[in-house]
């Protein structure tokens, strides 16, 4: 026994024993943060399951949806020109889960698949019956030459390929559209506000338009602009919305 010889007694660094207690507590942490997200997940989902009620109510919505939709069409319009149809300009500001398919199918026609989005139209008859499908979901009218240009440097992209483009440079437009003699993003803006002899051409290059929402200006309300609301023909008057959404 007094032959053998004492082993060295080895220590750990104090740093490695710090880093090795900051490593554990990390650890601690993360496996706490994950059960308390997994836990405000599950919660989540239960709290959004919807109930049999919710379905029928949802139904219901659209099945009424519907049947106002088929009362606009029977309701009669005010006569249009037809030799010169004016410029409309359509902005979706209403419609989620009590759209009718049918109506939703006729939204996105237009183009208009998100709130907010705005498009370029020619008010001729077909589409003056498109626009009483989806009234209480848009509010349209005659845009003067000053938003309309406007609109279209600020918020104009391109649809080029199925992409979102920026119109930043005129050789993209003359590319896509110089078979239509427009070369330009003014001829663009000339084409759209004089619903030429090219303007479906010219409203389908670009990219329906994302406004912003206004400050005030809209209440909320489906009822129909003449009516006190929101929805439907403002006219000469969808100028004052246009300055406050762009």
């Known amino acids: 026994m007094s032959g ?5 007694f080895t220590t750990v660094p104090e740093i490695i024993l710090k880093k090795r207690k900051s490593n554990e507590e990390l650890a601690l942490r993360r496996r706490e943060q994950l ?8 919660k989540s989902k239960q709290e959004f399951i919807k109930k049999p009620e919710d379905f029928v109510k949802e139904f219901r919505y659209r ?18 020109e037809t030799t010169n149809p004016q410029l409309l300009l359509v902005i979706r500001i209403q ?10 199918k006729n939204l996105y ?8 989005n705005a498009v370029f139209v020619r008010a001729d008859e077909a589409m003056l019956e498109k626009l009483q499908r989806v009234e209480p979901y848009v509010t349209y009218g005659y845009p003067d030459l000053k938003n309309v240009k406007e609109l279209i440097y600020k ?30 993003i003014e001829d663009i803006v000339h084409e759209i506000a004089s619903t ?8 389908s290059f670009l990219w329906p338009f994302t406004l912003n929402k206004p400050e005030v200006g809209l209440k909320g309300v489906k009822a129909r602009f003449q009516d006190g609301g929101d929805t439907g023909d403002r006219g000469d008057k969808i100028n004052e919305l246009i300055s406050k959404m762009n």
């Open 155 to 184: 918020k104009g992209y391109a649809k080029i390929n199925k992409q979102r483009v920026p119109l930043t440079d005129n050789n993209l437009i003359e590319e896509a559209l110089a078979k239509y003699n427009i070369i330009c």
């Open 95 to 104: 419609g989620k889960n009590d759209m009718h398919p049918a109506v939703r």
């Open 109 to 116: 026609s237009l183009n208009l698949r998100r709130i907010f």
């Open 4 to 8: 053998e010889v004492a082993q060295p």
């Open 35 to 42: 059960e308390q997200r997994k836990f405000r997940q599950n």
């Open 63 to 80: 099945e009424v949806d519907l049947v106002q939709m088929k009362n606009r069409l029977k309701r009669k319009r005010s006569a249009i």
């Open 196 to 203: 030429g002899k090219y303007f479906k051409e010219a409203a």
